[in-house]
């Protein structure tokens, strides 16, 4: 069974300082994710994604870490500014089946 | 503008009755999806079509049907037969499917079930 989950409903960030996103999933057999921002009443954009070949891919103030062991992954944003608060969703792609599953989200909240 | 239009934004239905959400994109890409989003969870997929004539259900396809007529339409029928339709509906498409390309959303489509 595929399944990721953000454990974090919310998290509030100061800002200027980091904010740090978590993200755990269960099914290894694919491991590619992708990392989405939303605003209240818009879908959701794409911010940055992850293969296996990699621990580590960065974008600017955005940067994803993969831990393949630990089946975790982690979003980075430093530093933290008033327009990075949204819902942060994490997907993986499901092999076979063209499709990606997401986590529950996370409301991030950067106060000034 | 490439992008992907949905519509109606904001739709009331009566319960009993059927509604179409629309979902255009003229970005000519082949894969097109549709999620909803309820409160505290995450976005489940209802149906997803990767080419013209062809559509896979997702985890929750009970009551929602779909057609995939054209390339750049994938219009999504809730029916009767959904028992709580109400959340915010988004459509989605991508290039290559979605392993490895991110999928573009439209601006969703919110409906409430008075």
């Known amino acids: 069974d595929q399944q990721v989950k953000q454990n974090s409903p919310s998290l509030s960030v100061q800002e200027g300082r980091i904010s740090i996103l978590n993200c755990d999933y269960t099914?290894?057999?694919?491991?590619?994710f992708l990392w989405y921002k939303k605003y209240p009443a818009e879908g959701p954009t794409f911010l940055i994604s992850?293969?296996?070949?990699?621990d580590k891919n960065e974008d600017g103030r955005f940067t994803v870490f993969l831990n393949k062991s630990a089946k975790h992954l982690s979003l980075h944003i430093v530093p933290s500014q008033p327009g990075d608060s949204a819902v942060y969703f994490c997907?993986?792609?499901?092999?076979?089946?063209?499709?990606?599953?997401f986590g529950q989200g996370t409301r991030l909240t950067i106060n000034p | 503008d490439g992008g992907i239009t949905q519509s109606p934004k904001y739709l009331f239905r009566k319960e009993g009755q059927n509604v179409t959400l629309s979902c255009e994109q003229n970005l000519n890409h082949d894969a097109m999806y549709w999620y909803r989003q309820d409160p505290g969870q995450g976005l489940r997929l209802i149906y997803y079509?990767?080419?013209?004539?062809?559509?896979q259900k997702g985890d929750i396809a009970e009551g929602y049907s779909v057609s995939r007529e054209k390339k750049e339409s994938f219009p999504l029928t809730v029916t009767s037969a959904q028992k709580n339709p109400t959340a915010f509906y988004l459509c989605a498409s991508s290039l290559q499917g979605a392993l490895t390309g991110e999928l573009f959303f439209g601006e969703g489509s919110r409906l409430t079930v008075l």
């Open positions: 099914n290894s057999m694919f491991d590619y």
């Open positions: 079509s990767q080419i013209v004539n062809d559509f």
């Open positions: 992850i293969s296996s070949i990699k």
């Open positions: 997907a993986q792609g499901v092999q076979g089946a063209q499709k990606l599953v």
